[in-house]
Nanobody, 122 residues
Framework: QVQLVESGGGLVQAGGSLRLSCAAS????????MGWYRQPPGKRRELVAT???????SYADSVKGRFTISRDNAKNTVYLQMNSLKPEDTDVYYC????????????????WGQGTQVTVSS
């Protein structure tokens, strides 16, 4: 089993910054990608940013230039630095990891964190 533990959410004023962290632990052979998603009320979960083990990144258009995703492969940890936050960034943010487990390294499974609330006041 693989566990993802998120931290760093909270309340911030518009224009402020927050840094989210997500640490993966458990039966991990390797982690292919790690990323952050958010789910607006009544809508599908949407991608915010992802990063591969090699450091390639991808961002939603709405956060480009404001958010930066990074990763510490040695610690199996992914970070999301969020700057210039806007009220529309308010949401629950979920960490994702696509993992090759030790007992089945030819396969890859998706795991999710419990979510962390980010609230941006205007």
């Amino acid at each position: 089993q693989v566990q993802l533990v998120e931290s760093g959410g909270g309340l911030v004023q518009a224009g402020g910054s927050l840094r989210l962290s997500c640490a993966a632990s458990g039966s991990i052979f390797s982690i292919i990608t790690m990323g952050w998603y958010r789910q607006p009320p009544g809508k599908r979960r949407e991608l915010v940013a992802t990063i591969t083990s090699g450091g390639s990144t991808s961002y939603a258009d709405s956060v480009k230039g404001r958010f930066t995703i990074s990763r510490d492969n040695a610690k199996n940890t992914v970070y999301l630095q969020m700057n210039s936050l806007k009220p529309e960034d308010t949401d629950v943010y979920y960490c994702n990891a696509r993992v090759r487990p030790w007992d089945s390294i030819a396969t890859a499974n998706d795991y999710w964190g419990q979510g962390t609330q980010v609230t941006v006041s205007s």
